[in-house]
Protein backbone atom coordinates (compact mmCIF):
# COMPACT_ATOMS: atom_id res chain seq x y z
CA UNK A 1 0.00 0.00 0.00
CA UNK A 2 1.03 3.36 -1.18
CA UNK A 3 0.27 5.85 1.77
CA UNK A 4 0.72 9.34 -0.59
CA UNK A 5 -1.24 7.52 -3.75
CA UNK A 6 -3.78 6.72 -0.95
CA UNK A 7 -4.17 9.94 0.62
CA UNK A 8 -4.01 12.05 -2.52
CA UNK A 9 -7.43 10.15 -3.50
CA UNK A 10 -9.31 11.12 -0.32
CA UNK A 11 -11.70 14.49 -0.44
CA UNK A 12 -9.55 15.32 3.16
CA UNK A 13 -6.28 16.55 0.72
CA UNK A 14 -8.48 18.42 -2.00
CA UNK A 15 -6.13 20.89 -3.84
CA UNK A 16 -2.95 20.34 -1.02
CA UNK A 17 0.75 20.10 -3.23
CA UNK A 18 2.63 17.10 -3.43
CA UNK A 19 5.12 18.05 -0.72
CA UNK A 20 2.41 19.08 1.61
CA UNK A 21 0.67 15.48 1.10
CA UNK A 22 4.27 13.91 1.05
CA UNK A 23 4.86 14.57 4.84
CA UNK A 24 1.21 13.77 5.93
CA UNK A 25 1.71 10.65 4.09
CA UNK A 26 5.24 10.54 6.08
CA UNK A 27 3.20 10.81 9.53
CA UNK A 28 0.21 8.84 8.65
CA UNK A 29 0.05 5.38 10.89
CA UNK A 30 -1.45 2.12 8.98
CA UNK A 31 -3.74 0.31 11.10
CA UNK A 32 -5.49 -3.11 10.20
CA UNK A 33 -8.74 -3.84 11.29
CA UNK A 34 -10.08 -7.69 11.11
CA UNK A 35 -14.06 -7.56 10.13
CA UNK A 36 -15.97 -6.80 13.10
CA UNK A 37 -13.67 -5.04 14.95
CA UNK A 38 -14.33 -1.73 16.57
CA UNK A 39 -11.78 0.99 15.86
CA UNK A 40 -13.60 3.42 18.49
CA UNK A 41 -16.42 3.89 20.08
CA UNK A 42 -18.88 6.33 21.02
CA UNK A 43 -17.94 7.68 24.08
CA UNK A 44 -13.97 7.54 23.53
CA UNK A 45 -12.27 10.47 23.70
CA UNK A 46 -11.05 11.10 20.28
CA UNK A 47 -7.59 12.50 19.10
CA UNK A 48 -7.53 11.14 15.52
CA UNK A 49 -9.08 11.13 12.41
CA UNK A 50 -8.84 7.47 9.89
CA UNK A 51 -8.67 7.82 5.75
CA UNK A 52 -9.89 4.42 4.61
CA UNK A 53 -6.80 2.46 2.58
CA UNK A 54 -8.71 -0.75 1.86
CA UNK A 55 -12.13 -2.35 3.19
CA UNK A 56 -15.00 -0.83 4.52
CA UNK A 57 -16.23 0.43 7.67
CA UNK A 58 -19.83 0.74 8.96
CA UNK A 59 -20.57 3.73 11.37
CA UNK A 60 -22.93 2.77 14.45
CA UNK A 61 -25.02 4.44 16.54
CA UNK A 62 -27.43 2.83 19.70
CA UNK A 63 -31.01 3.38 19.53
CA UNK A 64 -33.59 4.02 22.07
CA UNK A 65 -33.32 0.14 22.82
CA UNK A 66 -29.54 0.11 23.04
CA UNK A 67 -28.95 -1.59 19.86
CA UNK A 68 -26.42 -0.39 17.83
CA UNK A 69 -27.67 0.15 14.35
CA UNK A 70 -25.60 1.20 11.04
CA UNK A 71 -26.02 4.96 9.71
CA UNK A 72 -23.43 5.06 7.45
CA UNK A 73 -20.86 2.34 5.43
CA UNK A 74 -17.77 3.84 4.57
CA UNK A 75 -14.86 3.15 2.08
CA UNK A 76 -11.97 4.01 0.26
CA UNK A 77 -10.75 6.82 0.08
CA UNK A 78 -13.29 8.30 2.74
CA UNK A 79 -12.32 9.62 6.23
CA UNK A 80 -13.92 9.46 9.45
CA UNK A 81 -13.29 10.83 13.17
CA UNK A 82 -12.45 14.57 12.04
CA UNK A 83 -14.94 15.37 14.50
CA UNK A 84 -13.06 14.72 17.38
CA UNK A 85 -10.24 16.75 16.13
CA UNK A 86 -12.43 19.39 15.14
CA UNK A 87 -14.14 20.19 18.59
CA UNK A 88 -12.30 17.88 21.10
CA UNK A 89 -15.63 16.22 22.12
CA UNK A 90 -15.94 12.52 23.00
CA UNK A 91 -16.63 10.17 19.68
CA UNK A 92 -20.35 10.84 18.27
CA UNK A 93 -20.29 7.51 16.77
CA UNK A 94 -18.71 3.71 16.83
CA UNK A 95 -16.73 2.95 14.46
CA UNK A 96 -16.23 -1.10 12.90
CA UNK A 97 -14.65 -2.78 10.21
CA UNK A 98 -17.60 -4.11 7.88
CA UNK A 99 -14.41 -6.26 6.26
CA UNK A 100 -11.07 -6.41 6.86
CA UNK A 101 -9.50 -2.83 6.64
CA UNK A 102 -6.50 -0.80 6.61
CA UNK A 103 -6.67 2.70 7.50
CA UNK A 104 -4.46 5.22 7.90
CA UNK A 105 -4.05 7.05 11.19
CA UNK A 106 -3.48 10.57 11.57
CA UNK A 107 -3.49 11.91 14.75
CA UNK A 108 -4.20 15.60 16.41
CA UNK A 109 -0.42 15.90 16.99
CA UNK A 110 0.13 15.22 13.31
CA UNK A 111 -1.86 17.75 12.13
CA UNK A 112 -0.38 20.42 14.70
CA UNK A 113 3.24 19.91 13.10
CA UNK A 114 1.29 19.70 9.35
CA UNK A 115 -0.29 23.26 10.34
CA UNK A 116 3.35 24.27 11.71
CA UNK A 117 4.93 23.15 8.40
CA UNK A 118 2.22 24.10 5.42
CA UNK A 119 0.03 26.71 6.72
CA UNK A 120 -1.91 26.72 3.46
CA UNK A 121 -2.29 23.23 2.70
CA UNK A 122 -3.38 23.11 6.69
CA UNK A 123 -6.18 25.45 5.57
CA UNK A 124 -7.33 23.25 2.76
CA UNK A 125 -7.60 20.20 4.90
CA UNK A 126 -9.51 22.06 7.32
CA UNK A 127 -11.81 23.69 3.93
CA UNK A 128 -12.04 20.31 3.20
CA UNK A 129 -13.22 18.33 6.55
CA UNK A 130 -15.82 21.13 6.93
CA UNK A 131 -17.28 20.29 3.20
CA UNK A 132 -17.47 16.95 4.27
CA UNK A 133 -18.80 17.83 7.56
CA UNK A 134 -21.53 19.64 5.46
CA UNK A 135 -22.49 17.23 3.12
CA UNK A 136 -23.32 14.23 5.18
CA UNK A 137 -25.39 17.03 7.59
CA UNK A 138 -26.93 17.59 4.30
CA UNK A 139 -27.97 13.89 4.37
CA UNK A 140 -28.70 13.36 7.69
CA UNK A 141 -31.33 15.99 7.40
CA UNK A 142 -32.78 14.91 4.08
CA UNK A 143 -32.88 11.31 6.06
CA UNK A 144 -34.46 13.17 9.38
CA UNK A 145 -36.98 14.89 6.98
CA UNK A 146 -38.08 11.70 5.02
CA UNK A 147 -39.09 10.63 8.66
CA UNK A 148 -41.54 13.66 10.01
Not at 19 to 34: C, H, I, K, V
Not at 39 to 62: C, K
Not at 73 to 85: D, I, Q
Not at 109 to 127: L, P, S, T
Amino acid sequence: MEKFEVLQKSLLFEMVSPAELELAAEMSRPRRFAAGEIVFEEGDLGDSLFVIASGETEVLRRNDAGELKTIQTLGPPEFFGEMSLIDKEYRSATVRARIDSVLLQLTAENFAAFRRHHRDGFAFVVMNIARVLSSRLRAANARLAARL
